[in-house]
């Protein structure tokens, strides 16, 4: 059996587990449920829960120092960049990226690119000057910039902040953003949250990545930012601590009380990723042919089925689209859970149907959505 069938099997003969579509916190790594459930009580070797342990303890220590090499070795971060394990979510990071690099005397860049890139922008106001160098908002956010005619940057801005993939609308750069485009000496700032680790990208393309763990990466509580040493240098003094990536770096993502658990959870889907995928490549491969399946399936109806990013900018995360009203739209949501295919609703903001296929959903759980989509597109008439 492939490990997609070993895994369908197990789910259904276990029946409690559902296709879960949520787009964060997303499904997780049956193996590393199980194993985290194991070794919950007592990790191996130590006697206490990972809950109870210092997170100053030797355990401690080993559990951040082999998932920061793991995440090393997957993402290819080079020797030259920091890997930090922080707390507050994406959202943080929307504050902690302005109040670190942009002053007062200095403007930044950033690519209004969906709901996500506006928030972002919102709270970088709160601290300076934003010039927004790309909108997406005319066209509904259906699309991302390539070209870098489109782009209106400022070569002297303090950094130029992207999101790589939208996932409320299910729009995605096709490669690492603005790959193409001649940034100068401008750090690229990036928003990797919902795209984190489901392909390989090129860090050194970046001067600060993060993302929030609850899509690829593992619970909620986690955040995690890949910052070059050239960059971390620059940041402004006399911050707050906890709002200062360099007081971060220098306790070694422990200046607080950080969550261990959430780590030591981030490090067992760094060990599945590699034991089953052996890396980004594979992955990313995989995730490629699940996104296809569905989108092929919209595109066989799509007098009926309506996608929301054009073709060349469709995420491979985040599904969207919507049925022909949204009456429509809530049987289609109601028979999917009633097929075990729950949380697929689209985002408050925007509704329709969302189907978020992040790295740990089985590809089975795509194959029984992509087969709905025809069937119930048949019954419909
Ligand atoms: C692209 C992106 N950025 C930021 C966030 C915000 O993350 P958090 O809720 O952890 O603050 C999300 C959450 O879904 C997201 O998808």
Not at 246 to 269: I, K, M
Not at 301 to 308: F, I, N, T
């Amino acid at each position: 059996m492939s490990d997609d069938e070993t895994m369908r099997a197990e789910e259904m003969i276990a029946g409690e587990r559902v296709f879960n579509f949520s787009s964060g916190p997303a499904v997780m790594p049956l193996e590393v449920l199980r194993r985290a459930a194991e070794e919950l009580p007592a990790l191996p070797g130590v006697g206490m829960s990972v809950m109870e342990i210092s997170h100053r303890s030797r355990w401690a220590d080993e559990i951040f120092a082999e998932t920061e090499a793991r995440l090393r070795r997957v993402l290819s971060v080079p020797d030259d960049y920091r890997v930090l394990f922080l707390q507050g979510g994406g959202s943080l990071q929307f504050s902690m990226v302005p109040i670190n690099y942009l002053r007062r005397d200095a403007s930044a860049d950033y690519l209004l690119t969906g709901y996500w890139g506006r928030k972002a922008i919102a709270e970088a106001r709160r601290e300076g000057t934003v010039h927004v160098a790309w909108s997406g908002e005319g066209h509904r956010f259906d699309r991302m910039p390539v070209a870098p005619e489109e782009l209106e940057l400022d070569p002297e801005a303090a950094y130029v902040h992207v999101t790589s993939n939208e996932t409320i609308q299910g729009v995605q750069f096709p490669g690492d953003p603005l790959a193409g485009v001649d940034l100068g000496a401008v750090p690229l700032v990036c928003d990797g949250s919902s795209d984190f680790l489901s392909r390989p990208i090129d860090v050194s393309h970046y001067g600060l990545l993060y993302a929030c763990a609850q899509k690829n990466a593992g619970p909620a509580g986690l955040s995690i930012v890949v910052v070059s040493d050239a960059l971390l240098e620059r940041g402004k003094q006399g911050l707050h601590s906890m709002l200062d990536y360099r007081r971060h770096a220098e306790a070694g993502s422990r200046y607080n009380t950080p969550p261990v658990f959430a780590v030591y959870l981030f490090r067992l889907v760094l060990e599945w990723l590699e034991d089953r995928f052996g890396g980004l490549e594979r992955l990313g491969e995989h995730n490629r042919r699940k996104a296809e399946l569905l989108y092929a399936a919209l595109d066989e109806h799509a007098d009926y089925y309506r996608g929301h990013a054009r073709p060349e900018f469709r995420s491979s995360m985040n599904v969207t689209f919507r049925t022909p009203d949204e009456d429509t739209d809530r049987a289609f949501l109601r028979g999917a859970e009633e097929l075990g295919m729950h949380q697929l609703a689209g985002h408050r903001s925007v509704g329709g149907v969302r189907a978020s296929i992040y790295n740990a959903m089985p590809l089975a759980g795509v194959e029984r959505l992509a087969e709905y989509l025809h069937d119930f597109r048949r019954r419909s008439g």
